[in-house]
């Protein structure tokens, strides 16, 4: 029972360059997003999705790219990387039900330098 | 727009003893939700309860409870006989109405409040 797999856990960039984060899940879950986390700022939301081929940004999309082709699989694409994405990367999911809890990958830790 | 706002950047409480974690929250939504999670050092974020903007009754899970008072619009969290595993951040976050299927998709969470359980 896998949950939400998120990969990698820690990722170092240079600045410019780009890279993928993976994220699966096995719960069949129609909705699923990514948040970052910073200190003192707590999780904000970078872009979700409702279903496969169904997404929206959130509070803080700029400079990432999401797409969902599948409903187990949501990646995030960072473009050109900049200093200001290091940060903690939580992937999750949840069902449809109204209290349906979010699950959470294990997070990445991606430094920018 | 949704907002969640936990005014207490840290909190101590002796072991064996209540705690009280403030959460309120804004929201224009008559259909909502309200999450509490926990984060240890480990940095995982476990799920500890729910409370629907419909449910009449408090939830409850073991020992934590939702104060939720929708008149002042708090969700606070009651963590009963402190354990020094509870030491952890606590994030408050909530959902809002199912305007179309978005919404639904996402939730909003506060800044989190570091709770340290003193023996």
């Known amino acids: 029972n896998a949950g939400v797999t998120q990969t990698p856990k820690f990722q170092v960039l240079k600045t410019g360059q780009s890279m993928t984060l993976q994220c699966a899940q096995d719960?069949?879950?129609?909705?699923m997003s990514w948040y970052r986390q910073d200190p003192g700022m707590g999780l904000r939301l970078i872009h979700y999705?409702?279903?496969?081929?169904?997404?929206d940004q959130g509070e803080v999309p700029n400079g990432y790219n999401v797409s969902r082709s599948t409903t187990e699989d949501f990646p995030l694409r960072l473009l050109s990387a900049a200093p200001s994405q290091t940060s903690v990367y939580f992937c999750?999911?949840?069902?449809?039900?109204?209290?349906?809890?979010?699950?959470f990958g294990s997070g990445t830790q991606l430094s920018v330098l | 727009a949704q907002k969640i706002t936990q005014t207490q950047p840290g909190m101590f409480v002796q072991e064996k003893e209540a705690v009280t974690l403030d959460c309120t929250y804004d929201?224009?939504?008559?259909?909502?939700?309200l999450f509490w999670y926990k984060q240890p050092s480990s940095g995982e974020m476990i799920f500890l309860i729910y409370?629907?903007?419909?449910?009449?009754q408090n939830a409850t899970e073991g020992r934590y409870s939702l104060n939720f008072q929708k008149a002042r619009k708090s969700a606070n969290l009651v963590i009963s006989a402190s354990q020094l595993g509870d030491s952890a951040m606590y994030f408050c976050?909530?959902?809002?109405?199912?305007?179309?299927?978005?919404?639904?998709?996402?939730?909003?969470f506060g800044q989190g409040t570091i709770l340290t359980v003193h023996p």
């Open positions: 999750a999911s949840r069902s449809r039900d109204r209290g349906g809890k979010l699950f």
């Open positions: 719960m069949n879950h129609e909705y």
């Open positions: 999705s409702v279903g496969a081929g169904i997404t």
């Open positions: 929201t224009s939504d008559q259909s909502y939700g």
């Open positions: 409370q629907g903007s419909y449910d009449e």
């Open positions: 976050a909530m959902r809002g109405a199912n305007a179309g299927g978005t919404s639904y998709g996402k939730l909003t």
